[in-house]
Structures are given as C-alpha cells and as structure tokens.
C-alpha cells in the first residue's frame, strides 16, 4: 500500500465494485436509474466507496504476494545472505499490511490508536533492515567493510525507536481519522526518524547501482536494474507519509483513494521485481529453473488469492442484487477463481516456457519429452503383463511368464494365472538349439515345447541377441497355429521385443550418464557462484563446495595412509600445496601437516581433559582419527553413547573443516595483497 500515514481504516465499505463499474461505463443518472431498478439504494455504491472496495482488495494481494515471496525465499534460498534480508523487509510489509486490515475492521478510535502505535514495531525497523539488505549486496560483489558496531547499533536504535512510538509521544501522538483514512500526529523525534529512514534508503539505493556497475554479465546487470528499480518497494509500502503533513482538505477525498490504489500497484509490481532479481542471487541452480519455479510460484500462489478476493467482492456484490444469502456466490466464485487459476497455468503452459526459456526451449522441450517417455520398471512390468494376458488368451492358456536375460541369466519380470519361481525359470532353455538338447524338449513350429510350457524366445531387432523368454503353460490349442492367431502371435511377441530392447538401450544411456550427473551438478552449482563478479567469483574454488566436509573426513579416515588422502580433492589447495613444498615436495604429506595445524589450532588452551565439554570435539578427532581408536572405545573414554559420539564428531568435522576454509582464505586473500603490492 502507498502510505497512508501508518494505516489507513479500511472502511466498513461494500465490495459491490459490479454497480460502480455499470455507472461509470453508462454514466450519470441514467446509471443510477437503471441500478435502482435492479437492486435496493443501499447497494448501490458510490465512487468513494468503489475506490476502497479496490483497495482492500489490492492491499490484501500486496501482504499476501509479500507473505507469498517470503516462503518461497526461505524454503528456495534461504542459504543467501541477500534472501535472508531481504525477507526481514518483507515481514516489516507483511506485518504494516496486516495491522492496517486490522484498522480496517476496528470498532473504535481507541483501539486504532493502539493498532497504530503497535504499526511502528514494522515501521522502526524497516531503516535497519534496509542496512541489512544493502551489506548483503555489496558482499556480493566486494569485500565488505561495513563496521560491527554500526550494524549492532542499528538494531538497538531501531528497538528504541519503536519503544517509544509504541509508550510514548515523541514520535507519534494523537490520532486522527480524515477522509477515511487514519493516522498520527507527529512528535519531536519523527523528523529525525525520518531523516534516518531516507538517508538509509538513498545509501542503500545508490549502493545498488554501484553493485550493478560491477557486474561483468549482460544477465547479472539486468537482474541488478530489476533490483535498483524495486528497491524503494518496502519503504512504499511501510512509511507513514501522511505524518508528514497530512491529507490537504481541500483535495477531493477519492484523490486520496486513487493515489492509494496506484501505490499499491507500484508496490506490487515493484516487489515482484525485487524478488524476481533476489531469487537468482546465492541460488545454485539454472537460471531457467529459478526462473520457471518462481513465475509459476506467482502464478498460482498471489496471483490466484488476488483474483480469488476479487470474485469474492464480485460474489457479493450479486448476491445483494439477487438478494441472495450471504456466501451464497461469493465463496463459490473464489473457489471457481482459484480452480481457473490453476487450469490456466497448466494449459499455458506451452506459452508460459516460450516466454521464459526462449533460446533454450527446443532443448527444454526434448527433455520434457524425455523425462514424460522415460520407461520405468513399473512401466515396462504393466506393458508385459498386457501382452502376457493377451498370448495367454490367444492361444486359451490359464498361466504365461514373461522373463528378462540379464548377465546370462534370466530373470522374471511378469507372470499371470500363478506364481513361476526364480529357480523353475533358471533351468528353462533359452534357445531353441539348447532346447533340442534339454531333456523332454523339442522344437516345433517355433516354439519350444518342454514340460508342459511352450517357450518362445525374444531377441533383438537385429535377431543378434537374446533379450528374454516368453512361455505358455499347457495351452489348449495345438500347433501349428492357425496363420491368423500365428500373426497376431507375432505382432504381441515383437510389441515385447521393442520394450525390452528399448529398455536395455535406454538403461545403457542412463549408466553412461551416471558418472557425469555430479560433474554436471557441480557446473550448474558454479554457474550459480559466478553469476555476479567480485566475491562471488573469487569463491569459486574447492572451499565452495558442498562436498568439502565429506573430503576433510575422507582424509582423516586415511590419515596414516590409503586412497582417500592420496586422491583427496583437498591435495588442490593452495595451502596444502604450500605446506607441501616445506616438506619435499610431498602433496600427502602437506595435507596431513595441514590437518594437524588445523587441528591444534581446535585444540582448546590449558592441560587436557578427555570429559572437558571444551576439549570434546579435539578429542574426538584425535582419538579416532590420530590414534586409530575404535567408535566404542573413544565412546567409552570420552562419557558418551555411540549415537551422541557419531552426532558430535560431524560437529567436530564441521568445526574443522571451517578452520581449513579460513586457512585457504586466508592464504589467497595475502597473495592477492601481494599481487596487489606488485602493481603499486
């Protein structure tokens, strides 16, 4: 919402926006006949209250589009610094958006003064959190120098700020309802809040558009404009404007309501943007997936509940011209609104994914494809059982199995009529050569007849390779088949082939993509990391990676010797190919003496306890790792049962494997001083 002034009361006004829409389209009295004749003067509205049924409407869609981006922030990149503040403005929103729907269903001036008051808890804080905000963008670009005692300060004044206007009157006092619209008086200090609040949001602002000025991609500008331009969003929709000077009385009062309602549709549109440029910063996924998973987010979350409120208003607008009861159509047309909604998203979805993946979308495409016509096991499994149950009824059998050669052996994949065990189908013949040779079989007309089944062979669509065994038991027919059911034989066996071979083809596709999926992972991962310059693109090393714990533990576990550290990832450091040229050139030995530094340096000061809360994690490390200690005895030594001992030494590899991250920063951050050094 554009600022009212810390609130504005949502009147009781009717939501009966359909007699407001006739008259403005027809116009003047004649409008006003025609409504008197098809529904009582009480519903028919006038433009004022029309322009605040629109505005609750809009106002409730901006809290929940606000509330909407905040969830899918914390559950989508809540990993990112810049996620993370920003969904602190976010909640400043959510709660000035949810008290002023509050005003607007308050029964008496007292309790909107309170409402009010409680509003600055949102408002106090937004200058603070705008300062968050701003340091969690220049550290994605550049070092951050911002000092401790500023950002700890900022808090305290904030929660002093907000003390006061919510116990006192030296920020605000005295309220005041003109125009259908409420809000306080100004006290001593609000100028000087105020100027806070500005001064914050221009810092923060013109920080932005240095932040956008060093990003190197054509991408990353363009998401930093989206961000500059819907910047100002929360501070829109959270300042009490009319503090400053209230609302001129000689102004027309639906002036008011329209600049409101055109507030809020900046703010919206402003916040839509912002969030679209905040999901890509500290995601580790494509562009296209973070793209597509918050466009349809939108999609069905705050634009569904704001059309759902809109035919709710259109609900009851008809029910008083019907004079119906109430929610008779109104919670009908919400429900009809949010089904629609969804219908709508699934059926444009062919245009939605030409819209956001333009270049990519013939590849896109093929991977839908793809992933619609994988065949699974379970697939392939109800496929053969179709054409089981159709062979066994061509030639009138009761039971039929249909296996799979894997390896040289075969293995059931689908029977009917009973149950064939692995073994009963291992010693069946799987051609008709080692059929001839079985013991009571024989070949006949194709098919291969031994104790009691008749075996038919699948190959391949070259006739090379053998894919699998079909068998009949005891049919009733004789052979040779009639030239018909022979044919239609033919055609269910070879629908049999193509499923097999299909599958073994697609398995085979799949083992060679296997090896590569965590380097394609570890690319798509990368790309996140250098999506913007600067700090982002100097932790684009092995640090940044999600595996590093799982390394550090690899070469504790093979501290002394053994795969694990002689093909460790870690051996790529700068710091262990440092400690490596101290000791001749060995990167195993550089690596173990790094462990150990990194492990003294855990080791608390002062003499050894093995209980000690404070020497637990070093002990845990030392004994198990260093000593080559069992789980159970270091268990045992240290107090504590194996499930709490496994919990405690991933706490101690994390604690480790942060003192290794410092070491490499470190290390790189003194050589690019020195590089620095060089130029100067």
Same mark, same amino acid.
């Given at each position: 919402?554009?600022?009212?002034?810390?609130?504005?009361?949502?009147?009781?006004?009717?939501?009966?926006?359909?007699?407001?829409?006739?008259?403005?389209?027809?116009?003047?009295?004649?409008?006003?006949?025609?409504?008197?004749?098809?529904?009582?003067?009480?519903?028919?509205?006038?433009?004022?209250?029309?322009?605040?049924?629109?505005?609750?409407?809009?106002?409730?869609?901006?809290?929940?589009?606000?509330?909407?981006?905040?969830?899918?922030?914390?559950?989508?990149?809540?990993?990112?610094?810049?996620?993370?503040?920003?969904?602190?403005?976010?909640?400043?929103?959510?709660?000035?958006?949810?008290?002023?729907?509050?005003?607007?269903?308050?029964?008496?001036?007292?309790?909107?003064?309170?409402?009010?008051?409680?509003?600055?808890?949102?408002?106090?804080?937004?200058?603070?959190?705008?300062?968050?905000?701003?340091?969690?963008?220049?550290?994605?670009?550049?070092?951050?120098?911002?000092?401790?005692?500023?950002?700890?300060?900022?808090?305290?004044?904030?929660?002093?700020?907000?003390?006061?206007?919510?116990?006192?009157?030296?920020?605000?006092?005295?309220?005041?309802?003109?125009?259908?619209?409420?809000?306080?008086?100004p006290g001593p200090l609000f100028y000087a809040f105020a100027l806070l609040f500005i001064l914050a949001l221009v810092w923060g602002l013109q920080q932005t558009f240095a932040a956008r000025s060093r990003c190197y991609t054509h991408a990353a500008r363009r998401r930093m404009t989206y961000l500059s331009i819907g910047?100002?969003?929360?501070?829109?929709?959270?300042?009490?404007?009319?503090?400053?000077?209230?609302?001129?009385?000689?102004?027309?009062?639906?002036?008011?309501?329209?600049?409101?309602?055109?507030?809020?549709?900046?703010?919206?549109?402003?916040?839509?943007?912002?969030?679209?440029?905040?999901?890509?910063?500290?995601?580790?996924?494509?562009?296209?997936?973070?793209?597509?998973?918050?466009?349809?987010?939108?999609?069905?979350?705050?634009?569904?509940?704001?059309?759902?409120?809109?035919?709710?208003?259109?609900?009851?607008?008809?029910?008083?011209?019907?004079?119906?009861?109430?929610?008779?159509?109104?919670?009908?047309?919400? %429900? !009809?609104?949010?089904? &629609? *909604? @969804?219908?709508?998203?699934?059926?444009?979805?062919? +245009?939605? $994914?030409? =819209? #956001?993946? /333009?270049?990519?979308?013939?590849?896109?495409?093929?991977?839908?494809?793809?992933?619609?016509?994988?065949?699974?096991?379970?697939?392939?499994?109800?496929?053969?059982?179709?054409?089981? %149950? !159709?062979?066994?009824? &061509? *030639? @009138?059998?009761?039971?039929?199995?249909?296996?799979? +050669?894997? $390896?040289? =052996? #075969?293995? /059931?994949?689908?029977?009917?009529?009973?149950?064939?065990?692995?073994?009963?189908?291992?010693?069946?013949?799987?051609?008709?050569?080692?059929?001839?040779?079985?013991?009571?079989?024989?070949?006949?007309?194709?098919?291969?007849?031994?104790?009691?089944?008749?075996?038919?062979?699948?190959?391949?669509?070259?006739?090379?390779?053998?894919?699998?065994?079909?068998?009949?038991?005891?049919?009733?027919?004789?052979?040779?088949?009639?030239?018909?059911?022979?044919?239609?034989?033919?055609?269910?066996?070879?629908?049999?082939?193509?499923?097999?071979?299909?599958?073994?083809?697609?398995?085979?596709?799949?083992?060679?993509?296997?090896?590569?999926?965590?380097?394609?992972?570890?690319?798509?991962?990368?790309?996140?990391?250098?999506?913007?310059?600067?700090?982002?693109?100097?932790?684009?090393?092995?640090?940044?990676?999600?595996?590093?714990?799982?390394?550090?533990?690899?070469?504790?576990?093979?501290?002394?010797?053994?795969?694990?550290?002689?093909?460790?990832?870690?051996?790529?450091?700068?710091?262990?190919?440092?400690?490596?040229?101290?000791?001749?050139?060995?990167?195993?030995?550089?690596?173990?003496?790094?462990?150990?530094?990194?492990?003294?340096?855990?080791?608390?000061?002062?003499?050894?306890?093995?209980?000690?809360?404070?020497?637990?994690?070093?002990?845990?490390?030392?004994?198990?790792?260093?000593?080559?200690?069992?789980?159970?005895?270091?268990?045992?030594?240290?107090?504590?049962?194996?499930?709490?001992?496994?919990?405690?030494?991933?706490?101690?590899?994390?604690?480790?494997?942060?003192?290794?991250?410092?070491?490499?920063?470190?290390?790189?951050?003194?050589?690019?001083?020195?590089?620095?050094?060089?130029?100067?």
């Amino acid at each position: 919402m554009a600022r009212t002034g810390s609130g504005a009361v949502l009147s009781q006004a009717h939501l009966s926006i359909l007699p407001g829409i006739i008259q403005w389209m027809l116009g003047g009295g004649a409008a006003q006949r025609w409504c008197r004749l098809v529904m009582p003067d009480s519903v028919i509205m006038n433009w004022l209250e029309l322009l605040i049924g629109a505005n609750n409407v809009l106002s409730v869609g901006i809290g929940a589009t606000a509330f909407a981006l905040q969830l899918y922030l914390f559950f989508y990149n809540r990993e990112s610094r810049v996620a993370r503040s920003f969904g602190g403005l976010l909640i400043c929103v959510v709660y000035v958006y949810l008290t002023d729907l509050l005003m607007g269903n308050a029964q008496n001036s007292h309790l909107t003064e309170v409402l009010l008051r409680w509003q600055w808890l949102g408002i106090a804080f937004t200058p603070t959190l705008y300062l968050e905000f701003t340091r969690a963008i220049r550290r994605v670009v550049q070092q951050d120098h911002f000092p401790p005692w500023l950002r700890i300060g900022s808090y305290i004044l904030s929660g002093v700020i907000a003390l006061l206007a919510v116990t006192t009157d030296l920020v605000v006092h005295n309220g005041t309802v003109r125009q259908g619209a409420a809000f306080l008086q100004p006290g001593p200090l609000f100028y000087a809040f105020a100027l806070l609040f500005i001064l914050a949001l221009v810092w923060g602002l013109q920080q932005t558009f240095a932040a956008r000025s060093r990003c190197y991609t054509h991408a990353a500008r363009r998401r930093m404009t989206y961000l500059s331009i819907g910047f100002i969003a929360p501070a829109l929709g959270v300042f009490p404007y009319l503090l400053i000077m209230g609302w001129p009385a000689a102004l027309p009062d639906a002036m008011l309501w329209i600049m409101l309602i055109l507030g809020n549709i900046a703010v919206g549109v402003m916040l839509a943007l912002m969030s679209y440029a905040v999901a890509f910063i500290g995601a580790l996924t494509p562009d296209r997936v973070v793209k597509h998973r918050l466009v349809r987010f939108l999609l069905r979350g705050p634009l569904a509940a704001l059309l759902a409120l809109i035919a709710l208003g259109l609900g009851r607008t008809l029910e008083r011209a019907l004079g119906l009861g109430q929610y008779t159509l109104a919670l009908l047309a919400a %429900a !009809a609104a949010i089904i &629609l *909604v @969804q219908l709508g998203v699934e059926l444009g979805k062919p +245009l939605l $994914d030409l =819209a #956001l993946y /333009r270049e990519g979308r013939a590849e896109i495409a093929r991977a839908q494809e793809l992933s619609q016509s994988v065949l699974t096991t379970a697939d392939l499994r109800q496929f053969l059982e179709n054409i089981l %149950a !159709a062979l066994c009824e &061509l *030639v @009138q059998s009761d039971a039929g199995f249909i296996a799979a +050669l894997e $390896d040289g =052996a #075969l293995h /059931r994949e689908i029977w009917c009529g009973f149950n064939i065990t692995a073994e009963e189908i291992a010693g069946f013949p799987l051609t008709e050569g080692a059929g001839a040779s079985a013991a009571g079989a024989q070949s006949q007309d194709g098919f291969i007849l031994w104790n009691d089944y008749w075996l038919v062979p699948i190959y391949d669509r070259n006739g090379a390779e053998m894919l699998g065994l079909a068998g009949i038991l005891r049919p009733q027919l004789t052979l040779p088949l009639h030239p018909e059911r022979r044919e239609f034989f033919e055609q269910l066996l070879l629908q049999a082939q193509v499923a097999l071979d299909d599958r073994r083809l697609q398995q085979a596709v799949f083992s060679a993509l296997t090896p590569i999926l965590g380097e394609l992972g570890e690319i798509q991962r990368r790309q996140g990391l250098l999506r913007y310059g600067g700090a982002s693109a100097r932790d684009f090393t092995l640090t940044a990676s999600e595996d590093f714990p799982q390394w550090v533990h690899d070469a504790l576990a093979h501290y002394w010797g053994g795969p694990r550290l002689t093909e460790n990832p870690l051996l790529n450091l700068k710091v262990v190919q440092r400690a490596a040229a101290v000791h001749d050139g060995s990167p195993i030995k550089g690596l173990r003496a790094v462990l150990t530094e990194a492990l003294e340096q855990l080791r608390p000061d002062g003499e050894r306890k093995l209980t000690a809360p404070e020497w637990l994690l070093y002990n845990i490390l030392e004994l198990k790792f260093i000593r080559g200690q069992k789980v159970r005895e270091v268990a045992m030594r240290l107090a504590l049962s194996e499930s709490d001992y496994y919990r405690k030494q991933r706490i101690a590899i994390e604690n480790l494997t942060q003192i290794i991250v410092e070491m490499e920063t470190h290390l790189r951050d003194d050589d690019e001083t020195g590089q620095a050094g060089q130029l100067d």
